[in-house]
Nanobody
Framework: QVQLVESGGGLVQAGGSLKLSCVAS????????MGWFRQAPGKEREFVAG????????KYADSVKGRFTISGDNAKNTVYLQMNSLKPEDRAVYYC???????????????????WGQGTQVTVSS
C-alpha cells in the first residue's frame, strides 16, 4: 500500500515563501512520477508541478513557472515544492500524488495519478 504524507502548509503573506514536503512509503519510486496539485474553494483540482524520479525532469503549470520549484530526494523518498513569491490566488489545499505508470513523461491530469496524500492547506494573505 502506497502512502503519501504532505506537510509544510500554513499562512503566509503575499510575496512570502513556503516549502511543502511529501514523504512516500510503501514502495520504491525510482521509476515513476510525482506531482503536486492544488484545489481552491469552488474550483477543480489542478496540476501545479511534477517530477520524474529517474530523469529528474520537471514540468510546471504556467501560473507557477518561475516561482515554484519541485525537487526530490530519492534516499528519503521525499518530494518537495518550494513556493516563492506567493500570491493570494495560490491559496488552496495542496496535494501530493504518485503516478506509478509513468516512466518518461510527467502527466498533468488527475486521473493519471493513482495515489494521493491528504492535502495541506496553503493560505496567502494580501
Amino acid at each position: 500500500q502506497v502512502q503519501l504524507v504532505e506537510s509544510g502548509g500554513g499562512l503566509v503573506q503575499a510575496g512570502g515563501s513556503l516549502k511543502l514536503s511529501c514523504v512516500a512509503s510503501g514502495r520504491t519510486f525510482s521509476s515513476s512520477a510525482m506531482g503536486w496539485f492544488r484545489q481552491a474553494p469552488g474550483k477543480e483540482r489542478e496540476f501545479v508541478a511534477g517530477i520524474l524520479w529517474s530523469a529528474r525532469s520537471t514540468k510546471y503549470a504556467d501560473s507557477v513557472k518561475g516561482r515554484f520549484t519541485i525537487s526530490g530526494d530519492n534516499a528519503k523518498n521525499t518530494v518537495y515544492l518550494q513556493m516563492n513569491s506567493l500570491k493570494p490566488e495560490d491559496r488552496a489545499v495542496y496535494y501530493c500524488a504518485a503516478d506509478l505508470d509513468s516512466t518518461h513523461i510527467v502527466r498533468v491530469t488527475t486521473g493519471a495519478y493513482e495515489y494521493w496524500g491528504q492535502g495541506t492547506q496553503v493560505t496567502v494573505s494580501s
